[in-house]
T-cell receptor, first 115, second 115 residues
Framework: QKEVEQNSGPLSVPEGAIASLNCTYSDRGSQSFFWYRQYSGKSPELIMSIYSNGDKEDGRFTAQLNKASQYVSLLIRDSQPSDSATYLC???????????????FGQGTTLQVKP | KAGVTQTPRYLIKTRGQQVTLSCSPI?????VSWYQQTPGQGLQFLFE???????NKGNFPGRFSGRQFSNSRSEMNVSTLELGDSALYLC??????????????FGQGTRLTVV
């Protein structure tokens, strides 16, 4: 089982719709979760971080965390063509001694927003 | 506030050569992590530096090395380049070591092509 799993997509949604991106992780001890957006040929850009169960909203973005089920999701409301990108879920790597100091990334979900 | 600066942006090297990449973190950030991104493997952790010390190293051969200076700037070196080293090398800057409650911000990356 991969440590961080995402559906590679592509996920295609019409402009104005809600895009839902999902991520599952294997380490129950994980406490921090991050969503990055990466446009083709560019570097990842941090768009959301979430540390507690529940929802966290920032503009059109909502991150949802469920530690019991070990999944974190990202909702994008009123999707725009400019949201077309790969979305990466990242979770800190853990060892028995604590945080390893690295982020483990999923393979990313490609989102296509069609006008 | 300046972001993470990576130099050079593009490099073309020949097999067997060595290369040094540079990363200047966000002012005040003391942790620098390096990642390799390829289409097949996604984002893979190379190493993390904090206060001039390597805290953790990913599963890469010894040809990959790095260091951090007292001003938190970091360099990574790849010796005896192989074709498979062609990738986007990304540097991430964070305030503190680990990612329990610390966000990481990426530079624009260095695109290395080995011919």
């Amino acid at each position: 089982q991969k440590e961080v799993e995402q559906n590679s997509g592509p996920l295609s949604v019409p402009e104005g719709a809600i895009a839902s991106l999902n991520c599952t992780y294997s380490d129950r001890g994980s406490q921090s979760f991050f969503w990055y957006r990466q446009y083709s040929g560019k570097s990842p850009e941090l768009i959301m971080s979430i540390y507690s169960n529940g929802d966290k909203e920032d503009g059109r973005f909502t991150a949802q965390l469920n530690k019991a089920s070990q999944y974190v999701s990202l909702l994008i409301r009123d999707s725009q063509p400019s949201d077309s990108a790969t979305y990466l879920c990242a979770v800190p790597g853990l060892m028995y001694s604590g945080n390893t100091g690295k982020l483990i990334f999923g393979q990313g979900t490609t989102l296509q927003v069609k006008p | 506030k300046a972001g993470v600066t990576q130099t050079p942006r593009y490099l073309i090297k020949t097999r067997g050569q060595q290369v040094t990449l540079s990363c200047s973190p966000i002012s005040g950030h003391r942790s620098v992590s390096w990642y390799q991104q390829t289409p097949g493997q996604g984002l893979q952790f190379l190493f993390e530096y904090f206060s001039e010390t390597q805290r953790n190293k990913g599963n890469f051969p010894g040809r990959f090395s790095g260091r951090q200076f007292s001003n938190s700037r970091s360099e990574m070196n790849v010796s005896t380049l192989e074709l498979g080293d062609s990738a986007l090398y990304l540097c991430a800057s964070s305030l503190e070591a680990g990612f329990m409650n610390t966000e990481a911000f990426f530079g624009q990356g260095t695109r290395l092509t080995v011919v």
